[in-house]
C-alpha cells in the first residue's frame, strides 16, 4: 500500500538551515519523484544544498527501498547516472534490487505524476519505511509500537568518495552493540564511542577504541521494553561512524548507502534474520571444542612433543596443538623448517598426534614470497605490476583471493602440503593483509579527500597494509576491497580444506566482515597479558556472536607480555567458556602452558573439566548458531530482554539460553559482584539450590569466588545434555550421556541435544546422518500432596546411530518441592525399583543405572509424596 505522509515542509526547512548554521551547512536533496507499490519503492532525489569539501557532489540520486521479507527492509541510495562499488553478489549473495525502470513498466506509471512522499508496509510486517520531503529524508519505524527505529537528518551528503548521512536515536532509550573489531571497554557503546572500520593490523590488539583486523557495520539496537532490531550499512569502503548517544552519523570514502533493517523483535530474532541474509554461522568440528595450546616460539619438533607429553602428564585435557611460523622454512607458506621441522620429524608426530585422538593446525600467510613465485599471474597489482611487500619470508606477492584462479592456486598448494603433513585446520593470519613496507602513493586514490581515524591518528590508509591504489581481478580497486581481503581468504581456504578433506573444515581467520562466519572462526588477536585484557575479552567475544561469528575467542593468559599465576589461571576459568578455547603466547615471554604451575594446572583441570562435560551440550549450541545464528556465548539480555538491568551487564556471559558465567576479572578478589535475572538459579558444580530471585526485576549478588573457577550457575527452566570428561573430545564422547534438569519455579524445564559424528560437512540439513531430541519437563499435582515430574523425550530427527548406542545413565533433578516423603521413579509407566536414587543437596536428586537409548522417546516419572 501506498500513501501519502503529510509533510511539514516549512518546518523542516528551517530546521535545516539551523544544522546549516551550526554545522558549516552540508548537502541536501529534494524528492523528485516517488513510485512503489506494496513492497517496493523507487525515488528520485535532486542535489539542492551543494557543497564543496571533499569533492563534488553527485547531483542526482535514485533511492529503492524493498521489504525482501517480512523482517528485513533493504534501503538503497545510489548515483543516479553511473555505477558504483558495491559489495560483490559473489561474496555476499543477494536478490539484486529490483530497477526502478523495471518497476515503472511493471506498474505502467509514468514517475512525473507520483506524489512526493510515500510509504511501504505490508500487514505482515513490523517494518514501515517512509520517505519524507522536502528536504529529503526518511524514516523506519516499528508498526506495532510505533517506535522510530531510523531517522535520518535532512542533511546527506553524497560525493564520489565521501557519504554522510546521520540518523537520530532517542537517547536513554536505545542500547547499542555491535559495530567493530575493536576492544572496548564496554559491551554496550557508550556515547561519544567512534568506530573506524579499516582493517588493520596494528601488531597488537589491546589499545582501546582502534580500528582492528575486521570491518563490521552492524549493530543491534535495544529499545526499552525490550524490543530489539538490527541495522546494516552494507558497505565494505572505510568509514568512521560516530555513536553519540542520541544519534550515529556515517562519514563513508565510497560505496553506495545499503542500509538493511532487520524487525527481531527479540534479539535473537535479530541475529536469525541478520545470518539469513549475510550466511548462517559455519558448523566447526567437534574437536575444535576441545582445548588448543600454541606459543610462536615452539622452535622444534620436539618442542612440541614436550608439551604433548606435559599436558598427558598432568591430566589436562589437550585436543590441538599449533604451531606458528616457526614450522616454516624461512617464514614460507606450505614449507617445512628442514633443520627443525623436517617432515620425517614432523609427519610421524602429527600421525601419533592422530592415533591418540589430537589434532594439528598450522598457521598460514596470504602471501607468496617473491623469488618462489610461479609463473602465474592472480597476484595484487599496482601500476601494471605485482605488488611487492615485505612481509615474514621478505618481499612478497599477495595473492588476489577474488581471482578464482587464485582460490584454485591456494586449494592446490594446500593438497600437496597435507599430503606431506595432514593438519586439521588453517589459521589465516596477516590477512588484514599485513604488510611492513611503506609506499608511496601513485594516484589520487591513495590520498581521499576524507581521512578516516585510521589506527586512532588519521595514518594514512595505506599504511601497514598494500596500498589503496592496487588493483584486483576485474579491475576491482583495493581502495573498495580492502575490507573484504579476510573474508575471500577465508573462503578459498574453506573451500580448499572441503575439497581436499571431504570433511568439515575448520578454519581460523584474523581479518573477517559480515559473512566470514560462514567460513571461519575468530581469535581477538595480539592481545596482552592484562587484567583489563582479561575484561575486555568478554565484549569483543560477545560483540562477534552479533556479528554471525560465533566460534570466537581470545588468546588464553595474554599473548603479549609476562603473565602472573593469578591473572593465568583466572583466564583459564573464563576462558574455559570461551567457544573458541586456546592458549597462545609470545616468543619472548616465559613459558606458560597451563601445566607448568600448580595453581594454573588445577584451574586448567576444573574448568576444563566442566567445559568437557558440557561438550555435548556446547556442540549442540553449534547447531543452534548454524541454524539460527544465535550466539554460543550470550549476553544476558538476549534471554532477559525485557530486564533493562541487563542491558550493560557485561562482566558475566551467558554460555546458551541459561548457563551463567560470572568469571573474576580482577586481582585479589575473593568475591564476585553478579547480577542475577528474575528466575531460580543452581550451582553448575554443586547442584545447590542459592537463589530465587522473585522480584520482576534482578538482584545483585555478592558470590565468593574460590581460587580455582569460575562461578557458573544454571537457570531454572532449562535441561542440559552432559557427558564424563576426558583428555580429548573424542574419550569425552565414548561415555554416557547425563542430563541435568533445573526446574523453573512452575516445575518446567526444556533443552536438546544435537549428535553426529561431529566431522561430516553438513551438521543436520537433507539427507546426512544426525540426531535431534528434545527434551521437556513438566510438574503436576496427581493428588493431594502428591507431585509428579516428567521429564519427556521428544525424538525430532534420528540418523545418526554410531556403533556403540548412546545411552542416558543418569538424570539429576534440580528444585523438586523436598524434601519428600517419599518416592516412586517410572520410565516409560513402569515402576523402576532398581534405578539408584540418591538425595543430593536440598532440592537436588539424582537417578541414575538407567540405560535409555537417546534415538527413542522416553519417559522418566518421579513421583514425591509430601
Ligand atoms: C537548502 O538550504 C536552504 C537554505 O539554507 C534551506 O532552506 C533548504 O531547506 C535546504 N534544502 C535542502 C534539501 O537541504
Ligand atoms: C521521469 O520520467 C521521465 C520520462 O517519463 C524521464 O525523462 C526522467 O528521466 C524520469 N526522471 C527520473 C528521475 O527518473
Ligand atoms: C560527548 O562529546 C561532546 C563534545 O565533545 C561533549 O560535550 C559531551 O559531554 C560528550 N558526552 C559524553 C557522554 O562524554
Ligand atoms: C609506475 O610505473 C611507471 C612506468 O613504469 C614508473 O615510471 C613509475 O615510477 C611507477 N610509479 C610508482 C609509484 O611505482
Ligand atoms: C580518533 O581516534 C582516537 C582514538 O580513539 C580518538 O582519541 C580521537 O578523538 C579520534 N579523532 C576523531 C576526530 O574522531
Ligand atoms: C605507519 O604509521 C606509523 C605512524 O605514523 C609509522 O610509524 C609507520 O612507519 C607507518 N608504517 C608504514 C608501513 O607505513
Ligand atoms: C579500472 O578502474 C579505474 C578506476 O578505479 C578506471 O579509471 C579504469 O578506467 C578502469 N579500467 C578498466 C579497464 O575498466
Ligand atoms: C618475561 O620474563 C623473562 C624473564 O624474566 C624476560 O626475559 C622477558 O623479557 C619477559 N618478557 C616480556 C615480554 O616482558
Ligand atoms: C514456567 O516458567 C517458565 C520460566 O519462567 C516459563 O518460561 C514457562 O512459560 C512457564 N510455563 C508454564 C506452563 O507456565
Ligand atoms: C548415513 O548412514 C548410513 C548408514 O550408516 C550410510 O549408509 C550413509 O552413507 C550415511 N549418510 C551420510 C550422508 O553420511
Redesign the pocket.
Known amino acids: 500500500m501506498m500513501a501519502i505522509v503529510s509533510s511539514s515542509g516549512d518546518l ?3 530546521l ?2 539551523l544544522i ?1 548554521l551550526l554545522h558549516h ?1 552540508s ?4 524528492v523528485e519523484s516517488v513510485v512503489g507499490s506494496g513492497n517496493l519503492l523507487s525515488a528520485s532525489l535532486k542535489l ?2 551543494g557543497t564543496t569539501t571533499f569533492g563534488p557532489d553527485v547531483k542526482r540520486l535514485d533511492l529503492t527501498a524493498s521489504l525482501e521479507t517480512d523482517n528485513r527492509l533493504h534501503v538503497r541510495i545510489t548515483d543516479a547516472d553511473h555505477t558504483r562499488w558495491e559489495v560483490p553478489e559473489d561474496i555476499m549473495p543477494r536478490s539484486t534490487s529490483v530497477s526502478k525502470d523495471a518497476l515503472f513498466q511493471s506498474l505502467g506509471m509514468d514517475n512525473a505524476t507520483l506524489p512526493s512522499s510515500a510509504t511501504i508496509s505490508r500487514v505482515s510486517s513490523d517494518l514501515k519505511f517512509s520517505i519524507h520531503s ?3 529524508r526518511f524514516t523506519v519505524s516499528r508498526h506495532s509500537t510505533g517506535d522510530i527505529l531510523f531517522d535520518t537528518s ?2 546527506l551528503v553524497f560525493k564520489d568518495r565521501y557519504l554522510e548521512v546521520t540518523t537520530a536515536l532517542p537517547a536513554g532509550r536505545a542500547s547499542l552493540y555491535g559495530l567493530g573489531e575493536h576492544t572496548k571497554r564496554t559491551f554496550r557503546l557508550q556515547p561519544n564511542d567512534t568506530f573506524t572500520l579499516w582493517n588493520e593490523d596494528l601488531e597488537r590488539s589491546d589499545l582501546l577504541d582502534l580500528n582492528l583486523y575486521g570491518s563490521h557495520p552492524f549493530y543491534m539496537d535495544v529499545r526499552s521494553g525490550g524490543n530489539a532490531h538490527g541495522v546494516l550499512l552494507l558497505n565494505s569502503n572505510g568509514m568512521d561512524i560516530v555513536y553519540g548517544g542520541s544519534y550515529i552519523t556515517y562519514k563513508v570514502i565510497g560505496g553506495v548507502l545499503d542500509f538493511y533493517f532487520f524487525a527481531g523483535p527479540s534479539p535473537l530474532a535479530v541475529v536469525d534474520q541478520y545470518t539469513q541474509f549475510i550466511g548462517r554461522p559455519a558448523p566447526m568440528p567437534y574437536w575444535s571444542f576441545g582445548f588448543h595450546q600454541c606459543r610462536y616460539g615452539y622452535k622444534t619438533v620436539a618442542d612440541l612433543e614436550e608439551v604433548v607429553a606435559g599436558y598427558t602428564k598432568a591430566k589436562i585435557p589437550l585436543e590441538g596443538i599449533w604451531s606458528d611460523i616457526d614450522y616454516m622454512d624461512g617464514g614460507q607458506d606450505f614449507t617445512l623448517d628442514p633443520i627443525n621441522f623436517p617432515a620425517n620429524r614432523l609427519r610421524p608426530f602429527v600421525d601419533r598426534l592422530h592415533s591418540n585422538g589430537q589434532k594439528y593446525v598450522v598457521i598460514i600467510d596470504p602471501e607468496i614470497k617473491r623469488q618462489a613465485t610461479p609463473n602465474e599471474d592472480f597476484f595484487l597489482k599496482r601500476n601494471g605490476t605485482n605488488v611487492v611487500g615485505r612481509v615474514w619470508p621478505g618481499e612478497v606477492y599477495f595473492p588476489d583471493f577474488i581471482n578464482p584462479r587464485a582460490a584454485e592456486y591456494w586449494a592446490h598448494k594446500i593438497s600437496e602440503f597435507r599430503r606431506t603433513i595432514p593438519v586439521d585446520g588453517l589459521w589465516c593470519d596477516m590477512n588484514e593483509p599485513s604488510n611492513f613496507g611503506a609506499w608511496q602513493p601513485l594516484n589520487a586514490l591513495d590520498d581521499p579527500p576524507y581521512h578516516i581515524n585510521n589506527s586512532g591518528t588519521h595514518r594514512p590508509l595505506n599504511n601497514q597494509t598494500v596500498p589503496v591504489s592496487t588493483v584486483h581481478y576485474n579491475n576491482v580497486s583495493e581502495y573498495d576491497a580492502h575490507n573484504l581481503f579476510g573474508l575471500y581468504e577465508a573462503r578459498a581456504t574453506h573451500a580448499a580444506l572441503l575439497k581436499d578433506t571431504a570433511r568439515r573444515p575448520f578454519v581460523l581467520s584474523r581479518s573477517t566482515f559480515p559473512g566470514a562466519g560462514r567460513y571461519a572462526a575468530h581469535w581477538t588477536g595480539d592481545n596482552s597479558a592484562r587484567w583489563d585484557e582479561l575484561a575486555n575479552s568478554i565484549n569483543t567475544m560477545l560483540s562477534f556472536g552479533i556479528f554471525g561469528i560465533p566460534m570466537v575467542g581470545a588468546d588464553l593468559c595474554g599473548f603479549r607480555g609476562n603473565t602472573t599465576q593469578e591473572l593465568c589461571s583466572r583466564w583459564i576459568q573464563l576462558g574455559a567458556f570461551y567457544p573458541f578455547a586456546r592458549a597462545h603466547t609470545e616468543r619472548t615471554t616465559e613459558r606458560r602452558e597451563l601445566y607448568v604451575w600448580e595453581s594454573t594446572a588445577r584451574s586448567a583441570r576444573k574448568a576444563f573439566g566442566t567445559r568437557y562435560r558440557l561438550l555435548p551440550y556446547i556442540y549442540t549450541l553449534m547447531y543452534e548458531a548454524h541454524t539460527t545464528g544465535a550466539p554460543i556465548v550470550r549476553p544476558l539480555f538476549f534471554s532477559y530482554p525485557q530486564d533493562a538491568d541487563t542491558y550493560g551487564v557485561d562482566k558475566q556471559f551467558l554460555l546458551g539460553r541459561g548457563v551463567l558465567v560470572s568469571p573474576v576479572l580482577q586481582p585479589g578478589a575473593t568475591t564476585v559482584d553478579a547480577y542475577f535475572p528474575a528466575g531460580r538459579w543452581f550451582s553448575l558444580y554443586d547442584h545447590s539450590y542459592p537463589l530465587t530471585v522473585a522480584t520482576r526485576t534482578g538482584k545483585r549478588v555478592t558470590l565468593q569466588a574460590p581460587v580455582d573457577s569460575a562461578s557458573v550457575h544454571l537457570a531454572g527452566g532449562n535441561i542440559l545434555p552432559l557427558q564424563q570428561p576426558g583428555l580429548t573430545t573424542s574419550a569425552a564422547r565414548q561415555g554416557e550421556f547425563h542430563l541435568l534438569v533445573a526446574l523453573a519455579e512452575n516445575g518446567t524445564a526444556s533443552g536438546e541435544l544435537f549428535l553426529d559424528d561431529g566431522e561430516s560437512t553438513e551438521m543436520g540439513g537433507v539427507g546426512g546422518n544426525w540426531t535431534l531430541v528434545r527434551f521437556s519437563c513438566d510438574t503436576a499435582m496427581e493428588s493431594k500432596g502428591i507431585f509428579a515430574t516428567t521429564v519427556s523425550s521428544h525424538v525430532v530427527h534420528n540418523s545418526y546411530t554410531p556403533s556403540g548406542t548412546s545411552v542416558i545413565g543418569s538424570v539429576v533433578f534440580m528444585g523438586l518441592q523436598s524434601p519428600a516423603k517419599g518416592f516412586t521413579i517410572y520410565v516409560n509407566n513402569v515402576e523402576v525399583k532398581a534405578a539408584r536414587t540418591k538425595s543430593l543437596t536440598s532440592g537436588a536428586f539424582s537417578v541414575s543405572g538407567l540405560s535409555l537409548a537417546i534415538g527413542k522417546e522416553f519417559q522418566i516419572k518421579v513421583v514425591m509424596s509430601h
Open positions: 523542516l526547512a528551517l535545516t538551515f546549516c551547512c548537502a541536501g536533496y529534494d539542492v544544498n522536502n528536504p529529503f535532512a542533511t
